[in-house]
């Protein structure tokens, strides 16, 4: 039987990074063994429904790069996709009249009231809460007949058997059973006549064909309903992976104080979406070996059930900035223009960092805003420069919205001098006479390599008496730079080349005045 696995969000606000690893792991499972991904809406919870969701599903997930077999925006065998069109279209309502006439569900009429008291009962009693039969499980046929006749409200619920041991499987965490008595009986279908997702999502499941289902631990409460409900059908069941919470660094529930949690919002700081997908596919799951760094082939390949672990998965920003930083060493300067030019032209790009309220630590939006804007314009206006001044960077930075800050020194044609680093570098009384020398050097030369830089630079150290380089180094760094830091000084004067670094050393001079 070929996989055929799902991904069934609930479309009430954004795509989140915990959603994104569900759909990351379906989609190993699927493309590991030539499988079907279907996308399933359910929007049976008209409460909670959002507009806007499904399309912020759609257009996060084709950003990471994952596409599915079958959804409601590209069709397929078993359409409609979205659990209120299959309701319209009376697939669920069927499958309820089944249960109800085998008695293996039955109709209940309390109002909100009676259920609130007898749930204030169960607290009061320390009893557990929850509906175990009420005043309708057991009810006779002339009772409900007559509620009925008299148009009171119903829901159907399931009659979960007493007396009983209830046993399922769960591919990550084994063999579980539940006493039948400490399991409520579920409602199946509202009031208004919609499914509920313990109904809705296990009809779907069996008449798609689904095979596994991947879905976050806090289902496993509501398994054993699920397992009745298959039983009650007579239909097998599909194996159930119950994945891990993913908790941050710190050991509690992942909320956005760890980092961005929408999917897009890492679009907009710069992460790509392959090592994005790579690090979420490691939250929770290890291929066995030492492994870290993989392609998608590599991981569909190495993505099996048994290593998905039941302890929580850790969120941890900074492996994220590092394998986001090795994706972008690994680029070749084609594709990193190319890759940084369509990530300034997007809008959403400008828009999240115009409108981020918390940004990501140690990140000024509006800094980011301006160095993505002078290299926006140098891309323009000295395009062959800026190839130039790339490959000194991508070794330096680990997204994309890090390149403006960090490419600004070279495209400012005045640095600015960070105080702390003037102060630190151009207290010497050597330094007038070395920023002195060095322009005069370098004028009217065409260009010069590295080497000749390094070589101009020792020369000057030795014939003036100084055995380390530090001191030498320094005022230089800070002279082109403004900074104490930055890419290897020899690199970036030779990119600079003979006229820019002149220039600088004499705005250098008349700064230390
Ligand atoms: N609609 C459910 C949710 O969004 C999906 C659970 C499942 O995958 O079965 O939480």
Known sequence: ????????????????????????????????????????????????????????????????????????????????????????????????????????????F??????DQMREFQR???????????????????KTEAALAEGKPFVVRLKIPHGVKI???????????WDGETVDDPVLIKADGMPTYHFAAMVDDHLMGITHVFRGEEWIASYPKHIVLFEAFGWTPPV????????????KKLSKRHGATRVLDYAAQGYLPQPLKNFVALIGWSPGDEREVMNDVDMATAFNLKGIQPSPGRFDMEKLDWMNGLAIRAMSIDELEAALKQFIADPWTTEYWTTVEEP???????????????????????????????????????????????CEFFLLDEVEFDSAAVAKAFAGDH?????????????????????????????????????????????????????????????????????????RFERALEQIG
Not at 3 to 16: I, K, W
Not at 126 to 141: I, P, V
Not at 167 to 177: H, I, P
Not at 449 to 477: H, L, Q, Y
Request: charged letters at 25%; hydrophobic letters at 40%; proline letters at 5%.
């Open 110 to 115: 309390e109002t909100a009231e009676e259920l």
């Open 240 to 251: 159930f992976v119950h994945c891990p919470v993913i908790v941050g660094t710190d050991g």
């Open 360 to 406: 990501p630590a140690g990140k000024n939006p509006k800094a980011i805003l301006k160095g993505l804007k002078l290299l926006e314009s140098a891309f323009e206006t000295q395009p062959e420069f800026v190839r130039q001044v790339l490959p000194l960077e991508q070794q330096r930075v680990n997204t994309l919205a890090d390149f403006g800050t960090a």
């Open 167 to 177: 046993k399922g499987v769960d591919s990550v965490r084994g063999n579980l059973e």
């Open 124 to 142: 009061i009693n320390k009893m557990a809460t929850g509906y175990f039969g009420g005043d309708w499980r057991d009810a006779s046929a002339e």
């Open 1 to 108: 039987m070929s996989v055929r696995v799902r991904f069934a969000p609930s479309p009430t606000g954004l795509l989140h990074v915990g959603a994104l690893r569900t759909v990351v792991f379906n989609d190993l499972f699927a493309r590991g063994h030539q499988g079907d991904l279907l996308l399933r809406i359910e929007d049976t919870d008209r409460t909670r429904y959002n507009a806007d969701s499904e399309k912020e599903f759609i257009d996060s997930l084709k950003w990471v790069g994952i596409e599915f077999d079958e959804g409601p925006h590209v069709g397929g065998a078993h359409a409609p996709y979205r659990q209120s069109e299959r309701k319209e279209a009376g697939i669920y309502q069927k499958y309820a009249d089944q249960l109800l006439a085998e008695g293996k569900a039955y109709r209940a």
């Open 431 to 503: 330094v007038k006479k070395l920023l002195g020398d060095m322009a005069y050097q370098v004028s009217g030369q065409n260009a010069m390599t590295p080497a000749e830089c390094e070589a101009m630079v020792k020369d000057w150290a030795s014939a003036n008496g100084f055995e380390k380089i530090g001191p030498v180094i320094m005022p230089i760094r800070v002279a082109m730079t403004g900074q104490l830091s930055g890419p290897g000084l020899f690199d970036l004067m030779s990119v600079l080349g003979p006229q820019r670094v002149k220039a």
